[in-house]
């Protein structure tokens, strides 16, 4: 029996089971008895958090057949029946349980609501507003002009050569790295001097020149400038020697010795120019933070760095007491990391005291454990603070285990070992992943090929004439734009493609109709009625006006969809309505949209999949194509050069042409940022190529590669074929035990899902009549007054009386209808979590008769959408039939101010 370890962390390679064993881990814990709530578990992205919970439920739902099973068995020293016996008690758990599955971004934001007034903040702060970056440019530059700082802005903005937008970038760089930034010093400095040194010692040359006979026409020229700056443009100012060239001739110690003073007066005018940038960057931070915190404390407005920012701050400024408040608050007793590598050491310094805590053994909790999972060659985020060699470091802060995982449980062997042969000698420290047994497949072929885009049409065609299904066919590009270029060439192939772009809400046609058509209310231009009709295929005809200041945002929306029929099957729809409700009036929605980042809803996208290889990380594709560059990659032109050693942030340097000729400490900064880069791509490259299970074939430019520092060869191995892929065939489903799982109210997830169908107040109404439903024991008046109690307590606060009233009422009618009543009767379970084709749903009502039939029956509290809910309880109804095998009916019970109407579906 192998001992569980509390501290373990896993460095391991792309596709080896990181995630894996993070589920692995997480479910170990629930099984050796930690509580759901207590268990933090960070991501960091959105997408990965919720494919972490959805993972987690599949997993324990058949367990019995998957492979995690075996490990987690492992993991807690049970043998697999002792964990199969306390699945549904675990899953039931976890399922009630408010669990910590979460991005480290919205972690922080908790912390930070929680501790909201240290930092004279709002606790309901908002962390996405469209209007974000322009408000705080124009407060930003108000302080500036009330301090009198405009002058060293634009200075600022002449000596970097950037535009003061690309200042603000700087400034948020700097803001951001303020406590790295802390331990030095800055001091302006005059810059005269130096330029009239060198100016004395070019004086010298020239005489020098001047005394001598053989001295060319062209020398004399060569030694000829203005003033500091022509002098600093001259090529031979950068030599070692003037021993070469024209001056040749000419040549005398004394000449290098005056090129030695103009280089040190030249390196010293660069430095002293350095600090006054650097001195001026930091007069302007403070009233960039200014801006900010204005922001933050009229408007409640913050970003996610700001909030990162001022939980650190927060966290550093807390007494011990405080701080015991907030451990104990916390009450995180487990904390599992995923994709550490990708860390900022702001971040880590944020959760270093509370990983402390837990693995400290004392204190709040006595078996308390920390795990991370991560790879340092797959950290591409260098330039947003990430440094790879955090990972030693907090394993060594706290004596973590640090396991590797050799075997590569995602690709086919032709992949795997060309991954190795590639990166072996490429990547510090590479250790060839292991082939499984069964993987002795797989497919890799590089092409080079001067018209990438007609060689990716036929790649994307010869896999489809495979059989290749498109949805498993991935297109991985450098950039967004190149994204854009690619997606128009399939398209014009008609070969469906899916970007991040096409999946975006605002750019669904019905949503666009909607958009002209309020563009058209609110503007009057022509344009906009013609294309509003023209994307709803219907005759142009008059549209009435609409007085904004007398009829809600969201209800100009609602009768425009329900006059012009736009609904139909449209699941967009409703979720713009959900979008739109969040928009103060109508101005904030036609000026802010474009920054709208809600998806489209996914059930109908299909298509070949382009997306960036940054995007790409943590996914898994059958067959992926690796696109060269389409333009030719930019130079580095960051203004400031960051020099790190390890994590410590050591120095930074003011990048300046020609500098690294005489500055010695300059020219290795540079050189240490020019191999972090060529690091980044080299590691961006290893994730592309590891996204593929079966196929990969790589396209590349003979010419300017991207992939030129990995010197492939045209080459192919392996034999290309597409496999069908098992996650296509229908799931088996078991029969499931309702008796067994109780899940609790579900209020926040209704919310969630309820959020799609009508404005705030009506979601919370509907919120509060389904919770008292759900809280009747019966359906009987007595039950009817517990249960309105219960629902008071809850959601009193945010309910008028008269819908109280309301409410009452028509539960009042309700269980008073003969005909529900006789639908309810048999044993009924309310709120009963449902997962079917990996969608997770909550049924209002089932019911089971005595006959062993059942009934699906949905609670509305109005009429709209009727054809959804409709299709909504269908969807149901399948869903029980299919896994309880018996006869089953659906119900939409509309629970009406004046009527009880039940429909049959
Ligand atoms: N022990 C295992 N047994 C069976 N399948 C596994 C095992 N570990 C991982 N897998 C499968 O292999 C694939 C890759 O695993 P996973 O995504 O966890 O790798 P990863 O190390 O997180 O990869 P990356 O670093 O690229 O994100 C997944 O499809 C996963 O289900």
């Given at each position: ?492 192939q008609n070969i469906e493609v899916v970007t991040e772009t096409t999946t975006k809400l605002i750019n669904q046609r019905s949503v666009k109709a909607v958009l002209e058509y309020l563009k058209y209310l609110y503007f009057r231009e022509e344009i906009y009625r013609q294309n509003f009709f023209a994307l709803i295929n219907q005759e142009v005809r008059a549209v009435a006006n609409v007085d904004f200041n007398s009829v809600r945002l969201v209800d100009v929306v609602k009768r425009c969809i329900e006059e012009y029929r736009l609904f139909q099957d449209d699941f967009h729809l409703i979720r713009f309505l959900s979008a739109v409700s969040k928009y103060a009036d109508i101005e904030a929605l036609l000026f802010e949209y474009e920054r709208l980042d809600t998806s489209a809803a996914a059930a109908d996208i299909s298509g070949v999949r382009v997306l960036t290889v940054h995007k790409s990380k943590g996914l898994e594709y059958e067959h992926v ?281």
């Amino acid at each position: 029996m192998s001992k569980f370890i509390n501290n373990l962390a896993y460095e391991a390679s792309a596709g080896s089971g990181k995630t894996f064993m993070l589920v692995v881990r997480y479910l170990a814990l629930l099984f050796k008895g930690a509580e759901p709530a207590k268990v933090l578990a960070l991501t960091f992205t959105n997408k990965a958090a919720a494919e972490m919970s959805e993972r987690i439920v599949e997993t324990l739902q058949a367990l019995e057949s998957r492979m995690e099973l075996y490990e987690i068995a492992k993991e807690c020293g049970m043998s697999e029946k002792e964990i199969l016996a306390k699945r549904s008690q675990i899953l039931a758990e976890f399922l009630n349980a408010h669990t910590k599955i979460m991005t480290i971004d919205s972690f922080f934001a908790q912390i930070l609501r929680k501790f909201s007034l240290y930092a004279s903040l709002m606790p309901d702060f908002s962390t996405a507003n469209a209007q974000h970056e322009v408000k705080l440019m124009s407060r930003f530059l108000k302080e500036v002009s009330v301090a009198n700082k405009r002058k060293t802005l634009i200075n600022l903005s002449l000596e970097s050569n950037k535009r003061v937008s690309d200042i603000f970038a700087l400034l948020d760089d700097f803001y951001l790295k303020k406590e790295e930034l802390s331990h030095l010093k800055f001091q302006k400095k005059s810059t005269q001097a130096y330029e009239e040194e060198a100016m004395q010692g070019l004086s010298l040359l020239q005489n020098i020149v001047k005394n001598c006979k053989e001295a060319s026409a062209t020398l004399q020229k060569a030694v000829v400038a203005q003033n500091f700056e022509a002098l600093k443009a001259k090529t031979w100012v950068y030599k070692e020697s003037l021993n070469y060239w024209v001056f040749k001739k000419c040549f005398t110690p004394e000449m290098d010795a005056q090129l030695h003073v103009i280089q040190n007066a030249i390196k010293a005018h660069a430095k002293a120019k350095e600090q006054n940038f650097f001195y001026a960057l930091n007069e302007l931070v403070e009233l960039y933070k200014k801006a900010k915190k204005a922001l933050y404390v009229d408007e409640g407005e913050l970003s996610f760095s700001d909030v990162t920012l001022l939980v650190y701050e927060i966290l550093h400024r807390l007494n011990e007491s405080e701080f015991l408040y907030f451990r104990l608050d916390a009450t995180i007793e487990h904390m599992l990391l995923d994709e550490f590598q990708d860390t900022s050491v702001l971040q880590y310094e944020i959760l270093k005291p509370l990983i402390t805590e837990i693995t400290s053994g004392a204190g709040v909790c006595s078996e308390g454990s920390f795990f991370f999972v991560g790879d340092v060659k797959q950290s591409i985020y260098r330039f947003r603070g990430g440094v790879s060699a955090l990972f030693g470091e907090v394993a060594k802060e706290h004596r973590t285990e640090v396991k590797k995982l050799l075997t590569n449980y995602r690709s086919q062997k032709e992949v795997i070992e060309f991954v190795n042969r590639v990166f072996a000698d490429k990547i510090k420290n590479y250790t060839p992943q292991l082939v499984r047994k069964e993987a002795q497949g797989g497919f890799v072929e590089v092409i080079a090929d001067e018209e990438l885009l007609d060689a990716l049409v036929e790649q994307v065609k010869r896999l489809i004439d495979l059989g290749a299904d498109v949805n498993d066919i991935a297109v991985l590009c450098a950039t967004n734009s190149d994204g854009q270029v690619i997606k128009n060439r399939l398209d014009a192939q008609n070969i469906e493609v899916v970007t991040e772009t096409t999946t975006k809400l605002i750019n669904q046609r019905s949503v666009k109709a909607v958009l002209e058509y309020l563009k058209y209310l609110y503007f009057r231009e022509e344009i906009y009625r013609q294309n509003f009709f023209a994307l709803i295929n219907q005759e142009v005809r008059a549209v009435a006006n609409v007085d904004f200041n007398s009829v809600r945002l969201v209800d100009v929306v609602k009768r425009c969809i329900e006059e012009y029929r736009l609904f139909q099957d449209d699941f967009h729809l409703i979720r713009f309505l959900s979008a739109v409700s969040k928009y103060a009036d109508i101005e904030a929605l036609l000026f802010e949209y474009e920054r709208l980042d809600t998806s489209a809803a996914a059930a109908d996208i299909s298509g070949v999949r382009v997306l960036t290889v940054h995007k790409s990380k943590g996914l898994e594709y059958e067959h992926v194509i690796v696109m060269d560059r389409l333009k030719k990659a930019p130079a580095p032109r960051d203004a400031i050069i960051y020099n790190y050693d390890g994590i410590k942030l050591q120095n930074l340097y003011l990048r300046t042409k020609n500098r690294e000729l005489i500055d010695h400490d300059y020219a290795y900064a540079l050189a240490k940022e020019k191999e972090l880069i060529r690091e980044d791509s080299l590691n961006a490259l290893y994730v592309a190529f590891t996204r593929a299970r079966e196929n990969l074939i790589i396209l590349a430019k003979p010419k300017d590669s991207m992939f030129a520092l990995l010197d492939l060869q045209p080459q192919s191995f392996g034999e290309l074929r597409s496999t069908c892929k098992a996650r296509n065939v229908p799931q088996v489903h078991k029969k499931l035990s309702f008796e067994n799982i109780y899940y609790g109210t579900q209020s926040d997830l209704l919310a969630l899902e309820r959020q799609n169908e009508e404005d705030l107040q009506a979601i919370n109404f509907g919120i509060a009549l389904h919770y008292t439903l759900e809280m009747m024991q019966e359906f009987t008046q007595e039950a009817l007054l517990d249960a309105k109690d219960m629902m008071l307590n809850k959601y009193g606060f945010m309910l008028t009386e008269s819908e109280v009233d309301d409410i009452q009422q028509r539960i009042e009618r309700l269980v008073t209808t003969p005909e529900f009543l006789t639908l309810t009767r048999g044993v009924c379970y309310k709120e009963k979590a449902l997962r079917y084709k990996n969608n997770l749903r909550y049924l209002d009502l089932l019911v089971k008769h005595e006959k062993g039939e059942w009934s699906v029956i949905d609670y509305k509290s109005a009429m709209h959408f009727t054809e959804e809910h409709r299709k909504q309880v269908r969807y149901y109804v399948k869903a029980v039939k299919e896994i309880t095998g018996d006869e089953v009916r659906g119900y939409i019970c509309y629970i009406l101010a004046d009527t009880i109407k039940i429909e049959t579906v």
